[in-house]
């Protein structure tokens, strides 16, 4: 883990005392302390904490809004309750305030530090999958061609995409369900899935639905070796994929507006295949 | 497929529907199709894996996709921007969640995948399931479909 810094957010120097002590005695540096809606900002801009531990009840504001606060200056904050009031209602309002842990008063060493481990592998978890997926999916791309077409791309480009792009024409999408949660698509043109379905099967597709069922099963192909490999490297991630929904138009437009996919496209022997692919930090999975 | 994997997706609309301020949640007609279903407008696919694996596909036409985003964000959506896309992404999502929740206490526990919006006309939607089942739902004026398509 890399250096953790903690801000204490609660309107008790009792407690600011006794949370200090776990955490230097943990090892944990705790940048700064708040105990109202302006102090947290003004800290948390000025520290940029890592970790912030936050009380519910607070004067004049509340752990909730003062969360919200935290995460308007960076949502990447995390966000941990410790407080003397836990309860369905209000753990599930902290949920919705993307808090990240819920320790209940008075605190158990143990358990306030088994949360912020968990709290934090979960990002290392991310970032490793966030540097490594594309990768993996566009071997598993090129792989898949190569074993089921005998052919290579002749060049592959690999970019970032923005929140959306205009299909070519067909599209297979697969949701991805894990630690993390994602998707992976795959898209070309009609000319392009003609040429391709006529290398896999050697011959002419029977129809229109022959020619989509065999892209959607290379789409599988593709996206569940690229998920096994993924969960080689790190069997924490769990990942599994959904089948493929095939998608065709004229015009359509993609967009995956709450995360940022990357892409790779694959000039080949058919034409021009793109794979998009990308993972939500989503919601927490608690404990 | 049978129904009953589809009641979850009609208790979970009556949920979540009164929470974005809706007031009158009805049902309209249901049906298998065992051919490829066309949206037009705009369409937010779900992947679906645990003990059922599928997809769930929600269509809107465009006009009832600007009426809710502008429900849900608190004013006039003209264009359906980044920040509408979100709204209506987010909308999927809660919905699909709350059915998992329902299909959790029907002992069959699911995860779900990022939505992703689609937009355009005539898009032809083909599921690997055999068959697909379509639910129209109504929300006051605003109707949407929900398609769902498991492997058994």
Redesign the interface.
Known sequence: MDEIKIVIVDDSSFSIAFLRDIFERNGLKVVGEAGTLEEVVSVVKETKPTLVTMDMTLPGTDGLECTRAIHQIDENIKVIVVSSMMDDEIVNEAKKNKVSAYVQKPVDEDELMTAIRRVMAADELFAFLESEYLPVFKEALMDSLNRMTKTVPTSEKVFVSG??FK?EGITS??????KF???M?LDMSADTADNLVKAILKREPKSM?ET?AVI?EFANIISGNACSILNGKNKALGL????????????????????TTKSVAAETAFGLIWLNA???R?EEKWT | MDLKYVSPFMESFENVMPQLGYGNITKGGACFKEQ?IINSGVSV??????KL???V?YGLSQAAAKSVASTMMGMEVEELD?MS??AL??LANMLTAGAATLFYDLGLPV???????????????????NQVCCVELYADDIKIDVNVAF?K
């Open positions: 929140s959306e299909s999408i697969i949701g991805i369900i894990g949660s994602g998707r698509l639905d989509i959607g599994r994929v959904a089948p493929p929904a095939m998608l065709h138009g004229d015009s359509i437009l993609i967009s995956a507006p709450n995360f990308g993972f939500q989503g | 490829e696919i779900i992947g679906i894996v645990g694996r599928g997809n596909v980044d896309k979100s992404s987010e995860d779900i995948s990022t939505p992703t919006l689609l937009q355009g006309e005539n898009i032809g939607i083909k599921m690997s399931a492997e």
